[in-house]
C-alpha cells in the first residue's frame, strides 16, 4: 500500500487570502466605477452612446449658439469630473452624474416641458433628443463582468 501525505499549510494560507480579499469586494466595486466613468467620458468625447451609436446632432440654432459641433460638449465642462463619478463601499458602487443637465441629455425633454419664462418663451425652446451617454442595463452588466473577470484574475495571481 501507498500512502501519500501533503502539507496543505500552504494551500490553507492561498485560500485564507482568497477569502480574506473576496470578503471585501470594495476593490472591485471600485473598478467597476471606474470603468463606468471613463466608458461614459470615452463615448461622450466620441460622441457615441455606449453601443457605439452616434449621437444626435445638434440643430442648426444651437451649433449657432455653441462653440464646436459635438453633442454634449461646448465649454469642456461636461466631460470634466463633475459629469460622472462613482462612489463605492463593501457591498455596492453607485454611478452618477453630477450636472443638471444631465437626464435632458441622457432621455431627453420635449419643447416646453418645464414651463416658460418670464416672457413667455417655453423651456426647453425646443425639443431636446435623447443622447444616452450612461449605459443601459446590458452595457452596464457587460463592463461590470468584464472588471471583475480581472479583478479575480489579478487576485489569483497575487496569490500564486
Known sequence: MIRL????????????????????????????????????????????????????????????????????????????ARLAHHVQGRQSVLVSAGGVQAAVLQYGAKRGQFGQTRRGAPIPWGDIP?????????????????TLTDYIKDVLADLA
Do not use: C, Y
Request: aromatic share 6%.
Open 5 to 80: 501525505e501533503l502539507d496543505d499549510r500552504a494551500l490553507k494560507q492561498a485560500l485564507d487570502k482568497l477569502a480574506a480579499r473576496l470578503g471585501d469586494m470594495s476593490p472591485a466595486l471600485d473598478r467597476i466605477g471606474q470603468r463606468l466613468v471613463e466608458g461614459t467620458r470615452t463615448g461622450i468625447e466620441a460622441g457615441k452612446d455606449w453601443a457605439g451609436r452616434p449621437f444626435a446632432p445638434n440643430s442648426p440654432t444651437t451649433l449657432l449658439r455653441k462653440r464646436g459641433d459635438k453633442p454634449l460638449i461646448d465649454s469642456g465642462n461636461f466631460k470634466d
Open 130 to 146: 435623447a443622447r444616452p451617454f450612461f449605459p443601459d442595463d446590458k452595457a452596464a452588466q457587460g463592463a461590470a463582468l468584464a
